[in-house]
């Protein structure tokens, strides 16, 4: 197998959570899963290094690897001997899995339970790799789960990717596909909203057309909803079974890390959620 999904592991149950999405997700493509234990080796980097009296703790490299070696094991009894590899690096785990993304077809990392040190957890590694991997991330958050793949829209270039992505997903595992837009309607008169989500329903289901034509079997269901879309997606995921977004979206600037969307739904949803950058054009 050339084709591969990178998936980020250390020693927390999270971890575990993403190594199986990403396995079932191999297995669904028909692809490899390549796994990626990272660590600093902070002997190198201490500045008291060699310094009298100085006694630096013993590096468990003996763990890493045998947690390289579980997890690419697990890999292989799912997807065979070719289906598995793994690679122990001396890196910060952002710039590890980075490493490594250009060539996979999509990137999974776990992240920790909403809790107090979730945006340092999240700053770190898995807010870095959705920001920059050349491909499709996933932040696996909670257990698996059946339920509708869930995208969020607005017309834009990180947009147009997310859709094609969650028709594709959702085609893949049979799952109903919701196709959400959000808007937040301003100070105007009932007959003028109205008229707007009219035009905005339109607009959705004829940029809808071609995929609903391309997967016939796809169960896609359009919305328009008032709302703001970080608060509406967080809320569509507790029973989604994956949130697909762009990365910045409509007013995006380019060079920022994340929009506020992605930002949000990786620190709240409840469900694993897929951010999509668009396509270098070479």
């Known amino acids: 197998m050339n084709k591969f999904i990178l998936v980020g592991v250390d020693d927390t149950p999270e971890s575990q959570l993403a190594l199986h999405w990403a396995v079932e997700a191999a297995e669904a493509r028909g692809v490899a899963v390549?796994?990626?234990?990272?660590?600093?080796?902070?002997l190198s980097r201490w500045p008291a290094l060699g310094v009298e009296g100085y006694v630096p703790p013993p590096m468990p490299l003996d763990e890493y690897e045998q947690q390289v070696e579980?997890?690419?094991?697990?890999?292989?009894?799912?997807?065979?001997?070719?289906?598995?590899?793994?690679?122990?690096?001396?890196?910060?785990?952002?710039?590890?899995?980075?490493?490594?993304?250009?060539?996979?077809?999509?990137?999974?990392?776990?992240?920790?339970?909403?809790?107090?040190?979730s945006a340092v957890?999240?700053?770190?590694?898995?807010?870095?790799?959705?920001?920059?991997?050349?491909?499709?991330?996933?932040?696996?958050?909670?257990?698996?789960?059946?339920?509708?793949?869930?995208?969020g829209t607005d017309g834009s270039a990180d947009s147009e990717q997310a859709v094609a992505f969650g028709?594709?997903?959702?085609?893949?595992?049979?799952?109903?596909?919701?196709?959400?837009?959000?808007?937040?309607?301003?100070?105007?008169?009932?007959?003028?909203?109205?008229?707007?989500?009219?035009l905005l329903q339109n607009w959705l289901a004829e940029s809808l057309a071609p995929y609903r034509n391309k997967?016939?079997?796809?169960?896609?269901?359009?919305?328009?909803?008032?709302?703001?879309?970080?608060?509406?997606?967080?809320?569509?995921?507790?029973t989604a079974s994956l949130v697909v977004v762009g990365s910045r979206g409509r007013g995006g600037v380019a060079g920022l890390l994340l929009g506020s969307v992605s930002q949000s739904l990786l620190h709240h949803a409840d469900s694993p959620v897929a951010i999509i950058r668009p396509h270098e054009k070479h």
């Not at 958050?141 to 059946?146: C, K, L, Q, V």
Request: glycine share 10%; charged share 20%; with cysteine.
């Open 34 to 42: 390549r796994v990626v234990r990272a660590y600093l080796n902070e």
């Open 167 to 198: 028709f594709e997903e959702a085609a893949r595992t049979g799952q109903p596909l919701r196709v959400v837009y959000c808007w937040h309607p301003q100070d105007q008169q009932a007959d003028s909203v109205a008229s707007t989500e009219g």
């Open 121 to 151: 957890v999240l700053g770190s590694v898995a807010t870095s790799v959705a920001a920059k991997a050349p491909c499709p991330v996933v932040v696996v958050r909670g257990e698996r789960r059946t339920g509708p793949v869930v995208v």
């Open 215 to 238: 997967y016939p079997t796809v169960r896609a269901q359009a919305s328009v909803i008032g709302g703001r879309a970080s608060a509406e997606l967080v809320d569509l995921s507790a």
């Open 70 to 117: 579980d997890a690419v094991r697990y890999a292989r009894d799912r997807l065979g001997y070719e289906g598995g590899s793994g690679w122990l690096a001396n890196n910060d785990p952002a710039h590890a899995i980075l490493t490594e993304a250009g060539e996979a077809e999509m990137v999974v990392v776990g992240t920790r339970s909403r809790n107090k040190m």
